[in-house]
């Protein structure tokens, strides 16, 4: 195997600070939370509306103190704390309008329901000049570190091909939440995968898509699989495919990020969407060809996955912000407004329609 270096971690913030959770829902409790052990961030208190819920993740991850609501999480939060709001999409605003002015707030995604939504949220932000991120993490998990880290030594050349391919079978019952909603897949799962697109390719000049619901999934109205491509013109090629209804068994399930430059490409396999939230092993293997020689996959080993070390980069990249340790905050509002926009118009190609068969 050729002897390379590739970075795995995110750098982390000489001073963590405390974190004050708002939501302590399914995804604080299989990520976040792990997480934050894992990188010693201290978390001093939470609120969640359910407070049986809330008293249930005390008890599981020992949180020092439990708020009766909003207005006393905000109160008794220690000046330096970073809100870490972990609730569905639209509950967010709200909540951010409430958070004193020069604060610092990790926000779940999606950012808002929509881009109007997002719009608002970059407004109240700047209003209260919070220094504030969207927790786009999967740019933050170590095979994507390591991915950027190949890219970025030069070592695949120019990126030409970025797809990502989904075909599992999703437990959408983990988020009531979500049969209510008019839009679901690309803005809450494919949303990943447009923001890391833009996190390697940039903005792109458009998008076509198409997204559908699934006749196995009667409930869920606001979309199971989608189809994206992302346009860049000429190069790269983007491209993302989902299918969350792969009811077949795990033999035939992918869940792969493939990338392809001009010296050499990386396969991906996140396993985490394969047995959804457990997970099965990921899988990071790339080529390197050499004049003459057949092209020869090798793989690597990667500590970490996507749960739960991804957030730890998330928090850290606010964290360092705020400490001043960086100039950089990759998925701050003001980035991640983009990859709302860029999903808007995912959801504005899908209702248009495909061009129309002309007439023979
Ligand atoms: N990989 C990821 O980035 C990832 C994965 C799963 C979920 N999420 C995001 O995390 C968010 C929450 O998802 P989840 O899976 O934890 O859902 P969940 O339904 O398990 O948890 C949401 C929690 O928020 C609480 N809540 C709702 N409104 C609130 C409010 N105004 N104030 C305080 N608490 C409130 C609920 O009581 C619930 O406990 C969603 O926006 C989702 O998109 C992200």
């Not at 909603?181 to 996190?199: F, N, Q, T």
């Amino acid at each position: 195997m050729p002897d390379f270096d590739f970075r795995q971690t995110a750098a982390l913030p000489a001073q963590p600070l405390p974190i004050v959770s708002i939501g302590l829902g399914g995804i604080v409790h299989d990520a976040h939370y792990p997480a934050y052990r894992i990188a010693g961030f201290n978390v001093v208190g939470g609120f969640d509306i359910d407070s049986e819920r809330a008293a249930m993740m005390r008890q599981k991850f020992g949180i020092p103190a439990l708020y009766d609501s909003l207005a006393q999480a905000v109160a008794q939060a220690p000046e330096n704390a970073v809100f870490d709001i972990a609730v569905p999409g639209g509950a967010s605003a709200d909540i951010l309008r409430r958070i004193p002015r020069g604060r610092a707030a990790l926000i779940q995604k999606p950012m808002g329901e929509d881009l109007a939504e997002a719009r608002a949220i970059l407004r109240i932000c700047r209003q209260r000049q919070l220094t504030a991120a969207v927790n786009f993490q999967l740019r933050f998990a170590p095979f994507i570190i390591a991915a950027r880290d190949m890219l970025s030594q030069g070592l695949l050349g120019e990126l030409s091909d970025m797809e990502v391919r989904m075909q599992v079978n999703t437990p959408w019952h983990l988020w009531p939440f979500a049969a209510a909603l008019p839009r679901v897949e690309i803005l809450y799962h494919s949303i990943h995968y447009v923001d890391l697109a833009r996190s390697f390719c940039g903005r792109p000049n458009g998008v076509y898509a198409k997204t559908m619901n699934h006749p196995a999934s009667p409930n869920l109205r606001g979309g199971s699989r989608s189809m994206i491509i992302l346009d860049y013109g000429d190069n790269p090629r983007v491209n993302i495919t989902a299918n969350h209804s792969h009811i077949f068994g795990a033999e035939k399930q992918e869940s792969s990020l493939k990338f392809e430059g001009s010296k050499g490409a990386i396969q991906i396999r996140a396993g985490l969407n394969m047995n959804y939230p457990h997970g099965v092993p990921d899988r990071f293997e790339y080529v390197l060809p050499s004049k003459g020689q057949p092209p020869r996959w090798h793989s690597l080993d990667i500590a970490g996955s996507w749960f739960p070390e991804a957030f730890i980069g998330a928090m850290a990249s606010l964290m360092r912000r705020v400490n001043g340790e960086t100039d950089e905050l990759p998925t701050s509002v003001e980035d991640a407004i983009e990859t709302m926009a860029t999903v808007e118009a995912a959801y504005q190609s899908s209702a248009s329609g495909g061009t129309a068969l002309p007439s023979v």
